[in-house]
């Protein structure tokens, strides 16, 4: 292991330490609240990443799959499944629907808008589909909306954030990683050096599915009543691509990144400026899209560069003094 990752690893190891004692600190319901929505968010854009941002399918319809984890938890919660099974089911039908989806398009090799497109439309015909089926609203058992408790909702809540991450960081740490975004730069390469585009990309395709799946059965376990069809809405599509773009596509930090601005943005601008903060989210990310493409990660690159740059020029900038009174005739 180098120093950086084991600095990084260190890190990681006492930010989640520093989380897990927030609650013991005597922290609000509202700032958990917050947090909890900070890793809801996290695991979604971490989730899309993987399919979006390390093999270039630009998927829509992460609503979908979102929505689909949701619905399975809560149907099996609400009838007496234990917690953990229903977690596990509410990753692997989003899996499953995924694959009705992702192995006739990419055996149709759809890339680009097409597949965007058509991700999009499958996940508005659920959206429809869901409310006309189930136009109600779903509550909690009324024991548990009763007997609401915020802790072991934040610690179970937290623990899968970590696994979301750390499924991402093993899987593009990988050989199947370095093959993802070897598909991602040129398909048609890839394939002529060996690597399985099409197994690639279902790979992908599944992971993304389960862990989105999961965090729709984090947030229905969290939220103590919603709209069956709302967790389908477009929101649950467009928001994940907003935070990964902002924090920085393709890179394992770049959507925890993201979520938490995105997070402490949107609560800053819906309390002084309502509705009207979708409007600068687009343009927020129409300009990050165009003068940013990597994000804050790359910003912050820039900037280490930079701060970097200056130092040297200013440690070497004495010696080059020193030399010219070294010079003849002086």
């Known amino acids: 292991m180098t120093i950086k990752k084991g600095i990084s690893l260190a890190l990681l190891v006492i930010g989640v330490v520093a989380l897990g004692l927030v609650p013991r600190m005597g922290a609000s319901e509202s700032l958990l609240n917050l947090l909890i929505l900070m890793f809801i968010y996290t695991m979604l854009a971490t989730s899309w990443n993987i399919l979006g941002g390390y093999t270039g399918q630009v998927n829509l319809g992460h609503a979908a799959f979102f929505g689909l984890g949701t619905l399975t938890a809560r149907m099996l919660y609400t009838g007496g499944c234990p917690l953990p099974l229903a977690f596990l089911v509410a990753g692997v039908v989003p899996v499953v629907f995924s694959m009705l989806i992702g192995v006739p398009a990419f055996r149709l090799r759809l890339r680009g808008d097409y597949f965007t497109i058509g991700t999009l439309a499958l996940s508005q015909i659920l959206y429809i589909t869901i409310g006309n089926v189930l136009p109600k609203i779903t509550y909690l058992p009324m024991a548990d909306i009763q007997n609401y408790q915020i802790l072991p909702r934040y610690y179970i809540i937290l623990a899968l954030t970590v696994f979301t991450i750390g499924v991402a960081y093993a899987l593009v740490k990988s050989r199947l990683g370095l093959g993802l975004v070897a598909v991602r730069e040129n398909e048609d390469a890839a394939e002529s050096l060996g690597v399985n585009a099409f197994a690639h990309k279902l790979l992908a395709l599944a992971v993304s599915a389960f862990l989105g799946g999961l965090t729709g059965g984090a947030y229905a376990y969290y939220q103590p009543s919603y709209y069956f069809n709302y967790t389908f809405s477009p929101p649950w599509s467009l928001e994940p691509v907003t935070m990964t773009f902002i924090g920085g596509v393709g890179t394992v930090h770049g959507p925890v990144?993201?979520?938490?601005?995105?997070?402490?943005?949107?609560?800053?601008?819906?309390?002084?400026?309502?509705?009207?903060?979708?409007?600068?989210?687009?343009?927020?990310?129409?300009?990050?899209?165009?003068?940013?493409?990597?994000?804050?990660?790359?910003?912050?690159?820039?900037?280490?560069?930079?701060?970097?740059?200056?130092?040297?020029?200013?440690?070497?900038?004495?010696?080059?003094?020193?030399?010219?009174?070294?010079?003849?005739?002086?």
Request: proline share 4%; aromatic share 10%.
């Open 257 to 330: 990144i993201g979520a938490i601005f995105f997070v402490l943005l949107k609560e800053w601008l819906v309390l002084r400026v309502g509705e009207y903060h979708l409007i600068i989210f687009g343009v927020l990310f129409i300009l990050v899209v165009l003068f940013l493409p990597g994000g804050l990660v790359e910003a912050w690159e820039r900037i280490r560069r930079l701060v970097a740059r200056r130092t040297t020029v200013k440690a070497t900038a004495p010696t080059a003094c020193a030399g010219g009174n070294n010079l003849p005739g002086n």
